[in-house]
C-alpha cells in the first residue's frame, strides 16, 4: 500500500473529519457583574415556574450556584441538611446565602422562592452525580481516590464525598438507583428549554390563548426515534388521542388530571413529580388535591391573587423610589458637610446652621467703590424701650415755663461773667514778687474774708 497521498485525497480525509463542538463551562460573566441596582426581571405562570427567555438565564444561574462549593458545600449527604442548617440565632444561614446571591441579580415575585431552592436541590444532586461517574473509581482504594480531586473542587470536601461514597449504604443506594434509570421509559427531546417555557410557546400559538393539555406538550417535546427504541410509546399517546380526544380536552381550563390520557400510558405519577410539567413546587395544586369533599361547591382562591407582572412591576417602582430618596439623602449630607467644611475655614466652628436675623445694608461713600462699611467698634447690646405716660401741658403753662427758661439762663450768664473776670484778676501776680508757695497761698484771707 502507497503511503503517497494526493492533494485531492487529503482533502476528501478533510471533509470526512468532523469537529465536534462542546460547550464550555457557564460563566455567566455579565449576570455575575451586573451594575449594583441593575438585575434581571423574571415571570412566572399560575404554577410558579419561570418562563420567557429570562428563565433560561435563571436556570444556568443556578446551576452554577450549585455547582460553587463555597454557597453549597459537598460535604452534606443531604440537600435538606445543607439548607436547614441553622447558627446560633436559628437562621439558615447557608439557605440566606444562597439567595441573597440569587436576589441580588434576579427579581422575581416571592411565591418562586420554592421553585428556586428546589432547582438548585436538582442541580446540586446532579453535580455530585456527575463528580462521582467520572473522578470516581468504586475498585481503587480510598486513597487513591482522594489524589483524584477535581478541578474547581475543595479538597476537603472531595474527601467527604469520598468516604460517604465508600460505605457500602451509599453502594447499594447508588446500585438501585442505576437499575432505575434502566427502567426509564421517556427521554425529552426539547434539549435545555424547561417544560414551562415550551408550554408557555404553544399558549401563544393557540388562538385563544390557552394553555396545551399535558399529553400535547409530551408529544411536543418527545420526539420517537425507530432506531433506538427511544420513546416508543409516543405512538401509543397519539392512538390513544385520535379514539378518545376527550382524555386531552383543555376546553374547560384544566390540562391534567388524573385518569387522563398521559397517565393511561405512562401510569400513576411519583411523589412531588408531575409528568410532563417539569418541577412544580407544588404538585397538589395541579390536580386540586387540597381540596376536601366538603369544599368542592364553595368558590375557593389563593391569596396570591395579583399576576406575577403586576408585583415585579410594583417591586420596580418601590426600588425607584427607594433610590430617588437614597439620592435625596446623599444630597442632603453633601451639603451638610459643604457648609461645615466652609465654617471651619473661616473659622466659626460652633456657628448656626441658619443666617443671621439682623442683617445691615450696605451703604455707598463719595469717592470710594461699594464697599460695605465696617462694623463698629463700640457695640452696646440691644435694650428693651419701656413706653412712659405723661400728662399734656396746656399752652398757657407751656409759655410760663419757657420765659421761666429764659430768664434762668440769662441769670446763669451773669453769674458765668463775674467768676470770669474774678478768674483773670486773681490770676494775674507781680512779676517783681517772688513765687508763693502752695501753704503761703493757702493762708492768705479769701477777699470775702475781708
Known sequence: MSNNINGEDQLDVVDEVKEVKRCGKTKLINVWNIPRGHRVVVNCNELNQPIGEEARVLAKFLGMVARNGSLCSLSFKDWRLLIGKKDRN??????????????????????????VLRTIGERWRQHK???????????????????????????????????NWMTPKAQDLSEANRINCTRRKSMHTSGTKSFARNREELREQDP????????VLYIHTHKSNIGNNRNAHVGELKELLAQQPDLADSSNGKDAWEGDALNRILGKEKPGHIHCLGLVPNPKQVFDASTSSRMKHLNVTTLD??????????????????????KQDDTIL????????????????DAPLSPPTDVRPTMKRQGY???PLSPPTDVRPAMKRQR?????RSEDSSMFGERNNTMEDENKDDEYEELHSHYKCSKIQDKSKPP??????????RADEL
Not at 452525580?129 to 470516581?136: D, G, P, T, V
Not at 391573587?305 to 437614597?326: A, F, G, M, N, P
Not at 508763693?436 to 484771707?445: A, K, T
Open 208 to 215: 385563544e390563548k390557552k394553555y396545551p393539555h399535558r399529553a
Open 129 to 163: 452525580s456527575n463528580l462521582k461517574s467520572i473522578y470516581f473509581d468504586p475498585h481503587k482504594s480510598q486513597d487513591a481516590n482522594n489524589s483524584n480531586a477535581p478541578d474547581g473542587v475543595l479538597a476537603d470536601q472531595w474527601v467527604a464525598l469520598v468516604n
Open 90 to 115: 436559628h437562621k439558615q444561614i447557608n439557605k440566606e446565602a444562597i439567595l441573597n446571591q440569587v436576589k441580588k441579580r434576579f427579581l422575581y415575585p416571592a411565591r418562586m422562592e420554592t421553585w
Open 305 to 326: 391573587e395579583t399576576s406575577s407582572k403586576d408585583v415585579v412591576s410594583l417591586r420596580l417602582e418601590l426600588e425607584k423610589l427607594q433610590k430617588h430618596v437614597q
Open 388 to 392: 412712659i405716660y405723661c400728662q399734656l
Open 436 to 445: 508763693q508757695s502752695r501753704r503761703e497761698v493757702l493762708m492768705q484771707p
Open 369 to 371: 467703590l461699594d464697599a
Open 334 to 349: 453633601d451639603l451638610q458637610h459643604t457648609v461645615e467644611r466652609q465654617k471651619r475655614q473661616h473659622g466659626y466652628p
